[in-house]
């Protein structure tokens, strides 16, 4: 509430009334202030509220000052609110009623409602900015200190000069930010152009490219993140960097897998390892990439793809088909399970336990009902009772 | 006689030709390739003083990162493909990206047993900033996006369905074709729909609106309302406005991690 200056409430030279509202309370971030019952008036510059009671008590606060503005909708026994953020008082603001405050935002409160109508008017002249292109002059009104009131205008425009200089500095940085940005694109482009044009001459010769030169270009493209076109068929997606990254990985993920019964879904794995990281975290490609990699590495762990397109990490020493089996064990005992039911009785994700049921339905071991009530599977006494 | 152009001289001399272009051709790739070596080495020092200048640009202003990607979209370049790549490396794009995806997949699995795996982009919004903490950068509906779109490469069925002017996430293997998708947007109105607004509104015979509320169900994206006034109703959990404000239990929390 320290933004706010006392005013005579007449409007300035230039400066239009565009709404006002009764029955509002002004807070000064969560605190109730003494200012409880007034009228608040929208201008094309600023905010006033005045006391209902008692007119000549009148506080004023310019738009310049307004950040951001948000709606706080109401609730039991509370009124809706407009929550105004401010940016700090300058330091020749005109005197108000309060030097200081802790919060820096205000909160109107329409204790008589009228504030859906308010804040559209609000945030419309808070997009407009009129106050920045229509300068005020003197009150056209006799004031009761003539002086003052001169003093007073040259004030605030002042103010609002200061204001509009920073505004144009934010501006700037931003502005100088979209044309560094810019540059850098053309210079990017022009990378992706030359990859294009070293792709082609790869494609004409027809795999008469060494290995060490795919590699070396593989890596460039990864490096700027430019798609790899030609190089895919001959020797897979893989860098030497996913390479590394396998034999990485089967190190980390050997114990997390053995705990639990060997296989995880990548989504889990994602999550895993970069938690784990915390910094330098992998993309969601460079994982696939790189588990892609695990077999023909003959690393302990492989990449196992079923038919959902779901993708799991398997130790080698897994073996699903055999799981079934004590699967079918399970379903058996219990009569019929859901993958949800199955789930919870072994402790998996509820997304390998599907897979694994699927897997068992495709081998024939199970058969599924499928109805409203869910997927649920039964032993397939098809095959066992002929 | 000489005869040009016959024989086995002129045969070898031809043989020898062909070899020496191809030996040129090599020259000409490695040429090129120590040419892209020395610009990416240019490339690199130009983004560096780029990030070095609006780093914290692109961290903290989302707008800033939508412009960003577009133009990178526009050129051919993912900034988002590899944590090895260089904008994830100086600009810090990745991390911030990758993270997110951790925070979306994570979210999503607790909810999962309410909502069958769909959930609205706004939930989805609302419980990530939740679980990233007051201090925790600002994130954007468009960064959600994507991150997801990063997430789908993992296979295990994340994807984003538009409906009247938002998106739903879903987050698990089920298959959603056109008829589904048409269907949840019809439900976005109101949370729910029956088969008489289907078939009024699509033109489609009792069958096909039956076997795609039937499939819904079956996934637990859809609760049906026998009781509802009229005829049956399906709602989609995913478009409760009332969870919105509910938290993840700590059971629904452990669910999520692995």
Redesign the interface.
């Known amino acids: 509430m320290d933004r706010f200056s006392w005013t005579s409430g007449l409007l300035e030279l230039g400066e239009t009334l565009v709404v006002q509202q009764r029955g509002v309370r002004l807070y000064d971030g969560e605190e109730k202030v003494k200012f409880d019952s007034g009228v608040l008036l929208l201008s094309t510059h600023r905010l006033l509220w005045r006391d209902q009671k008692n007119h000549e008590c009148c506080i004023a606060v310019p738009l310049s000052q307004v950040v951001f503005i948000e709606e706080q909708a109401a609730g039991i026994g509370k009124s809706a609110k407009i929550v105004v953020h401010l940016h700090p008082a300058s330091s020749n603001k005109e005197p108000g009623p309060f030097q200081s405050s802790k919060y820096s935002y205000i909160k109107l409160s329409f204790k008589e409602h009228g504030q859906i109508e308010f804040y559209r008017r609000l945030s419309e002249e808070m997009t407009q900015r009129r106050w920045e292109s229509i300068p005020t002059g003197q009150t056209i009104q006799v004031n009761k200190d003539p002086q003052a009131g001169r003093i007073r205008a040259v004030g605030i425009v002042g103010i609002e000069r200061k204001l509009e200089e920073k505004r144009k500095e934010t501006d700037k940085?931003?502005s100088e930010?979209?044309e560094?940005?810019?540059k850098?694109?053309e210079?990017?482009?022009?990378?992706?152009e030359?990859?294009k044009?070293?792709a082609n001459?790869?494609k004409?010769?027809q795999g008469?490219?060494?290995e060490d030169?795919t590699i070396?270009?593989k890596s460039?493209l990864?490096?700027?993140?430019?798609?790899n076109p030609v190089t895919r068929e001959t020797y897979g997606s893989g860098t030497q960097?996913h390479m590394q990254l396998a034999k990485q990985l089967a190190g980390i993920l050997q114990t997390?897998l053995e705990e639990?019964g060997g296989i995880?879904?990548?989504?889990?794995?994602?999550?895993?390892v970069?938690?784990a990281r915390g910094?330098?975290?992998?993309?969601?490609?460079?994982?696939?990439n790189a588990c892609k990699m695990l077999e023909s590495l003959k690393l302990p762990l492989r990449l196992r793809?079923f038919d959902?397109?779901?993708?799991v990490i398997e130790l080698q020493s897994h073996n699903e088909e055999e799981m079934v089996a004590s699967a079918l064990e399970t379903v058996s005992e219990k009569g019929s399970l859901t993958a949800?039911e199955f789930a919870k009785l072994v402790g998996m994700?509820?997304?390998l336990a599907k897979e694994r049921l699927l897997l068992a339905e495709k081998m024939g071991h199970l058969c599924r009902d499928?109805?409203?009530e869910?997927?649920r599977f039964y032993p397939n006494l098809f095959l066992t009772q002929s | 006689m000489h005869r040009r152009g016959v024989g086995a001289g002129a045969i070898a001399k031809k043989k020898l030709a062909e070899a020496k272009y191809k030996e040129r051709g090599t020259v000409l790739a490695e040429d090129q390739l120590a040419q892209m070596s020395k610009q990416l080495d240019m490339f690199k020092t130009n983004l560096e003083e780029f990030a070095s200048k609006h780093k914290q640009e692109i961290r903290k202003n989302p707008e800033f990162r939508v412009q960003f990607q577009d133009m990178c979209a526009t050129i051919g370049v993912d900034p988002l493909a590899s944590g090895k790549g260089f904008w994830s490396e100086m600009l810090g794009v990745g991390d911030f990206y990758y993270e997110l995806g951790v925070q979306i997949i994570e979210v999503c699995l607790a909810l999962k047993h309410r909502n069958g795996g769909l959930i609205t982009l706004e939930e989805l919004h609302q419980q990530v900033l939740k679980g990233r903490g007051k201090f925790a950068q600002d994130v954007s509906q468009d960064d959600l996006l994507r991150a997801i779109k990063k997430l789908k490469v993992l296979g295990s069925g994340f994807g984003i369905i538009p409906v009247g002017g938002t998106y739903l996430v879903q987050s698990v293997p089920a298959e959603l074709n056109m008829d589904h998708t048409v269907v949840l947007q019809l439900a976005e109105k109101k949370g729910y729909v029956t088969v008489s607004e289907i078939r009024s509104s699509l033109k489609w015979e009792m069958e096909r609106a039956k076997q795609v509320l039937e499939h819904l169900l079956k996934e637990g994206m859809a609760w049906l309302d026998t009781q509802a006034t009229g005829e049956p109703q399906y709602w989609l959990p995913a478009l409760f406005t009332e969870l919105y404000s509910q938290e993840i239990t700590p059971e629904e929390a452990k669910e999520a991690i692995p």
């Open positions: 940085n931003i930010a979209f560094d940005l810019s850098l694109m210079k990017a482009k022009e990378m992706v030359l990859s044009s070293i001459k790869i004409e010769k008469d490219i060494t030169e070396r270009f460039y990864l490096s700027m993140g430019i798609a960097y997390p639990r995880m879904s990548l989504t889990e794995v994602y999550c895993l970069n938690r910094l330098e975290l992998l993309s969601p490609e460079d994982l696939v793809i959902s397109g779901v993708m949800d994700s509820v997304l499928d109805s409203v869910g997927l």
